[in-house]
């Protein structure tokens, strides 16, 4: 198959443009679309400092050098990284090796905080008392920590790596769930006091996508699977829109696409932000999340 913009061969055919594209005009078609949104949702202003949270995965690793590449001659902007060890086993070790990689090769200022430094416990120890869900525990702590830090290293933004099937499926989740106030969080530019406004600059890209872009750019790839199952709901939700994907291309940008448009008529969530009386971290009620979790007295 060639390519509809040049005579040279596909490395992609994207079944909801009906397109097929080379090399060059693929990594160009996903550097428009985050340029667009970048742009249309206002997420990076002036003399910015931009903190990018780096697990090392496909994700973050494809975030970071497309926004130092998208940005490069901005000497306005300042990026720095950020990578959260949470103490996983056999599963953190190869990601972390290649956060600390690709930010040598960018010269870019690295951040590594730790569960265990932290929260004086680990992962692996927490998912051991079965007290809670690994993966709701650990999203709960990680979003502590990696705020946290983004706030003392003195960022503005906080650029984190979810695509186009993370935010379908979180919008999917939040409707099955009834849970309005989430889904109104989920609006860009959503300020909170204490949180660093996080933003997103891979939402309308395909996690298929964002792994080619990586493999097509040579940047390393991470095999490891995290040994934790991941949260049910969300795990029925991914093979029910890939399933509707296959069937009706097209359909993650509509669940994205819709929720944009109801959103003008969605009032901002009402549950009051407060300080944590336990560790001052914002949250939505006296005791954060992360404190209760933590079971802390
Ligand atoms: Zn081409
Ligand atoms: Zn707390």
């Given amino acids: 198959m060639k390519c509809q913009r040049c005579s040279k061969s596909a490395v992609i055919f994207q079944k909801y443009s009906n397109a097929h594209l080379c090399k060059s005009h693929f990594i160009e078609d996903v550097e428009r679309k985050i340029k667009r949104d970048i742009r249309k949702f206002k997420m990076v202003g002036r003399s910015e400092k931009i903190a990018v949270a780096l697990s090392g995965g496909k994700d973050s690793i494809a975030l970071l050098y497309i926004l130092t590449k998208i940005f490069r001659n901005r000497t306005d902007l300042e990026f720095i990284a950020i990578t959260i060890d949470e103490g996983i086993r056999g599963y953190r070790e190869q990601t972390l090796e290649h956060a600390i990689k690709l930010t040598n090769e960018l010269g870019i200022k690295h951040t590594i905080r730790s569960f265990d430094e932290g929260f004086e416990t680990t992962m692996d120890k927490l998912a051991a008392k079965k007290e809670h869900a690994a993966c709701t525990l650990c999203g709960v702590l990680r979003k502590n920590i990696l705020n946290k830090a983004a706030r003392e290293l003195g960022a503005d933004k906080l650029a984190i790596g979810h695509n186009l099937d993370d935010e379908a499926q979180t919008i999917l989740m939040n409707y099955m769930r009834g849970d309005i106030d989430r889904l109104k969080r ?32 040579d940047l390393p790839v991470s095999t490891d699977e995290c040994p934790y199952a991941g949260e049910a709901l969300r795990n029925e939700i991914r093979e029910m829109i890939n399933n509707y994907e296959v069937k009706h291309p097209g359909t993650k940008y509509s669940l994205l696409g819709g929720f944009e448009a109801i959103s003008q008529f969605l009032r901002p969530p009402e549950t009051k932000i407060m300080l944590c009386e336990k560790c001052g971290e914002p949250g939505s009620e006296m005791i954060c999340k992360t404190c209760s979790l933590l079971g802390r007295k």
Avoid: D
């Fill in 186 to 217: 989920m609006l860009p530019g959503t300020i909170q006091p204490g949180m660093v406004p996080r933003i997103k600059p891979l939402r309308s890209i395909p996690e298929k996508e964002v792994a080619l872009y990586g493999f097509l750019n």
